[in-house]
């Protein structure tokens, strides 16, 4: 099947630094790319849409001046946390929309664990 | 707008025993339905999708979902699970459109004990 890459798995950062999470689609092209959030032991929440080459569509309620997404080609999205705080502490997962054989699926990549000190 | 109901929040089962997870769903749209299974701090796996067709959809792993339009339930179910089926099962949908925008449940655990 198809593979989804982040980078990091974990990060550690102070509190007031910003911090890069890469997503990528390893073995296809995603014009389209999600952007989740998950709380301990909570469902996922979705936070933005990513389309390369155009601006995010973030959902209700996020900050896009807080979550700044990049999807600068079509193999790899970026969601940067600027001046993070300790509640922005969490599990961050992306996916990568594909097409095969008519049938469109979501492949999730196995996350970032952001730990703001 | 969607909304996903996931009935059991745990579910402790013994190994070689049937599972059953139970999702409902809302939707003022026709909707695919979809169940993810998550082990411990690793992302989302896809174990079975419903598109269109046979209501009786199998996937990875030995499970299976039965979609009932009537009930709007999508559940669940594998008749022999293993301790390696210790996971977070989520039930999610998206509408049928370009925005394939995913909604999921709140989860449930399955915890497989020998």
Redesign the interface.
Known sequence: ?AV?S?HPSWVICKSGTSVKIECRSLDFQAT?M?WYRQFP????M?MA?SNEGSKATYEQGVEKDKFLINHASLTLSTLTVTSAHPEDSSFY?C?A?SWTSG?????????T?LLVL | AQSVTQLDSQVPVFEEAPVELRCNYSSSVSVYLFWYVQYPNQGLQLLLKYLSGSTLVKGINGFEAEFNKSQTSFHLRKPSVHISDTAEYFCAVSPRSNDYKLSFGAGTTVTVRA
């Not at chain 1, 032991?41 to 996922?44: A, F, N, R, T």
């Not at chain 1, 049938?103 to 996350?111: A, D, H, K």
């Open positions: 099947g989804v982040q389209t999600f032991k909570q469902s996922l979705l849409t997962i996916s929309r049938e469109e699926t979501q492949y999730f990549g196995p996350g664990r």
